[in-house]
Nanobody, 127 residues
């Protein structure tokens, strides 16, 4: 079992930056591929970014490629999402997710590939 706890969400003005964190416990963190998703009311949860177990490979949704950066610190059991140049359309609840797979370079991008989910953190971008 893996527990994931997100933090860092808050109200920010358009053009600003935020860094979300997700702390993991319960399983060797380096065995997990990690990802971020987001969801707004009435819409399906949307993939944002993923990072492989070893941190070497990353993958982004086209809508965030450039301004957003996913990273991880395996020594701290934490994955991050740095969000720059935020827009009102980035407003959502952001969820951290974990997937276990033997491939060091695995970067899952579909909801069904993830086994564990955090409770979410609210990001609100005002115009």
């Amino acid at each position: 079992q893996v527990q994931l706890v997100e933090s860092g969400g808050r109200l920010v003005q358009a053009g600003g930056s935020l860094r979300l964190s997700c702390a993991a416990s319960g399983r060797t963190f380096s065995s997990l591929a990690m990802g971020w998703f987001r969801q707004v009311p009435g819409k399906e949860r949307e993939f944002v970014a993923a990072i492989s177990r070893n941190g070497v490979r990353t993958y982004y949704a086209d809508s965030v490629k450039g301004p957003f950066t996913i990273s991880r610190d395996n020594a701290k059991n934490t994955v991050y999402l740095q969000m720059n140049s935020l827009k009102p359309e980035d407003t959502a609840v952001y969820y951290c997710a974990a997937a276990h797979n033997g491939d060091l370079y695995y970067t899952p991008r579909y909801h069904s590939e993830y086994t564990y989910w955090g409770q979410g953190t609210q990001v609100t971008v005002s115009s």
